[in-house]
């Protein structure tokens, strides 16, 4: 399965991610746009060319019932409470998770740039880092169960 998750900056505060994730039995995209001050997605559009599972298809158009919800602490589980009734395919919800989680990453870049340079350094301070940021457990390879970055760590319930 491959996965991939990409955000581009289309202006000073709109910010457009998308998630799509293939296999041989699935092929589906979400993508949001999401504006500055509050982060709120202001536009949810999701495809689904194949899946095993028709609730994949049934669900893409109740995706847009996330417009209005902001980008921050606490939007997983608004995200969950607002489509777990009308979006029975748990893969569209996961992939809006990880377009918001993307924004996010991409406005703490900022914060990424000071990692020291040396490999104990770095190895600290990203360990450091998803500790104190859980929403990052698992969202990249880095943070993936099994990585010694997370070695120790509850994964977020």
């Known amino acids: 399965r491959n996965r991939r998750t990409e955000v581009e900056q289309l202006d000073e505060t709109t910010f457009r991610s998308g998630c799509r994730i293939q296999d041989n039995l699935t092929d ?18 999701t495809e689904v060319r194949r899946s095993p599972r028709p609730e994949c298809f049934e669900s893409a158009k109740a995706m847009e019932k996330a417009v209005g919800i902001r980008i921050g602490a606490g939007m997983t589980e608004i995200i969950q409470g607002t489509l777990s009734e009308s979006v029975t395919c748990e893969e569209l919800i996961f992939m809006l998770e990880e377009c918001c989680h993307g924004v996010i990453l991409t406005l703490t870049r900022d914060v990424l740039e000071k990692a020291p340079a040396d490999a104990e350094g770095k190895h600290a ?3 450091k880092m998803v500790r104190k940021s859980i929403r990052m457990y698992n969202r990249c390879a880095a943070f993936a169960p099994g990585s010694s970055l997370v070695e120790g760590l509850e994964p977020p319930k």
Do not use: M, N, Q
Request: glycine share 0%; charged share 30%.
């Open 125 to 127: 301070f990203f360990s």
């Open 28 to 45: 589906a995209f979400v993508e949001i746009t999401a504006k500055l001050p509050d982060l709120e997605i202001t536009r949810v559009k």
